[in-house]
């Protein structure tokens, strides 16, 4: 009998208990549950969550009080590209990290070889092949793997290695948290467009055929990003003191190619001389003025895949809205008086928008435009928008 009371009573306080801890039967207490610490010494809430972990700030060593940079003063992320040929390069939230810093012996954690000076590159001591004679220091590789997994190896999420790598043969283009205009992370100086680019086909004679990529057009006809080209990228393209010059790139018809449909024509891009941009009236017959000069190519060719000759009669870009009654002659610069307000668009354009006025149409005397104006100038809407 009283050996069943005392059984009674453990029972009793131990559900005591555990209804104390309702926190400690959760999935996400499980990576703790072999662990004999006391979860206030870690959190100051009773259910602490991933959206409000309620983290204490822990001790740390003497060594580690002294961090780099705090992390607002560092980029949000790297990519980390030097082993793009194989995989598409990885994006590495390196803010996200930085902010964990509380939790164990800031930057140190990782950063744990850095004399004093800038802050070295993994690949600084890590070279990309293995050295057997030196087991102790691993490859870029192997020390990318050993600082990852020594923390999320025992995470609750995936680990599987497709959640960090996509080979290149997979299809998978790299996709970032925003649109990168600096490659390497927003707090990176930003970096000027250059005009052009020459390109020299490799082993090839010094006055052989030329590529002239006018990198500025490119970017501000089409509103391209960066990484609407540069998809493989890293920081050794542009930071290479080896390199003292630019080299093509591996597949360099496969950029252009994306857009430009050449086929076999070779010297529509290699010429014994620069070629000059693109110049619309040349290659179309359509002068671009006034307000049509500050479009954008895409607002016109919706598709930047088909850039194919378009009407150049009004209506056929100007539907529902391009009426007599309706558009706004002010906008070109030229406020019609009330004797023009009213004709049809070819009763003075003949030939389109971009012909001399033929006023010799209506007006029998030697009225010429713009002599004789069929209104007023006024300032056009393409500059005003600019004032």
């Known amino acids: 009998m009283m050996l069943r009371l005392k059984s009674i009573l453990l029972s009793s306080a131990l559900l005591v208990a555990l209804g104390c801890l309702p926190y400690t039967n959760t999935a996400i207490a499980q990576p703790h549950s072999g662990s004999r610490v006391d979860c206030a010494s870690c959190h100051d809430c009773k259910t602490p969550s991933l959206e ?15 961090s780099i940079n705090g992390a607002t003063q560092l980029p949000d992320f790297f990519i980390l590209g030097e082993l793009s040929e194989i ?23 990782c950063h744990h070889y850095n004399p004093p000076g800038p802050i070295l590159k993994c690949k600084e001591c890590h070279g990309i092949p293995s050295q057997p004679e030196h087991l102790g220091q691993p490859s870029l590789k192997g020390a990318y793997h050993r600082q990852c997994l020594g923390c999320h190896r025992e995470w609750s999420h995936e680990t599987d290695c497709a959640i960090c790598h996509a080979r290149i043969d997979s299809g998978v283009t790299m996709k970032t948290p925003e649109d990168m205009t600096d490659i390497i992370g927003s707090l990176h100086p930003n970096i000027a467009t250059p005009e052009k680019w020459i390109y020299r086909v490799e082993d090839m004679a010094d006055d052989g055929p030329i590529v002239t990529f006018h990198h500025k057009e490119h970017i501000e006809r089409f509103g391209l990003a960066c990484v609407d080209c540069h998809k493989k990228e890293n920081c050794g393209r542009c930071h290479d003191e080896a390199a003292k010059v630019e080299h093509v790139r591996e597949d360099p018809h496969e950029d ?18 620069e070629s000059r941009g693109f110049n619309h009236a040349e290659r179309s017959g359509f002068d671009l003025k006034s307000y049509h000069a500050n479009l954008k190519c895409v607002d016109c060719h919706k598709s930047i895949h088909d850039l194919t000759g378009l009407s150049p009669e009004c209506d056929s870009c100007h539907t529902e809205e391009w009426s007599p009654e ?23 354009h003949t030939e389109g928008f971009a012909s001399v006025t033929a006023c010799d149409l209506c007006h029998d005397d030697e009225r010429k435009y713009p002599e004789s104006m069929p209104g007023v100038l006024v300032t056009p809407r393409f500059l005003s928008e600019k004032l």
Not at 87 to 109: R, S
Not at 256 to 273: G, I, L, P, R, Y
Request: hydrophobic share 30%; glycine share 6%; proline share 8%.
């Open 52 to 66: 409000e972990p309620c983290l204490l700030p822990c001790p740390r060593p003497e060594s580690a009080t002294n």
């Open 87 to 109: 995989y598409v390069p990885v994006i590495f939230p390196h803010k996200l990290h930085a902010n964990m810093e509380m939790m164990g012996e800031g930057c140190n954690v």
């Open 256 to 273: 252009c190619s994306f857009c430009h449909d050449v086929e076999d024509d070779c010297a529509h891009c290699h010429k014994n001389t």
């Open 326 to 348: 309706e558009f706004d002659h002010s906008v070109t610069g030229l406020k019609l008086d009330e004797n023009h307000i009213e004709f049809d668009c070819e009763g003075c």
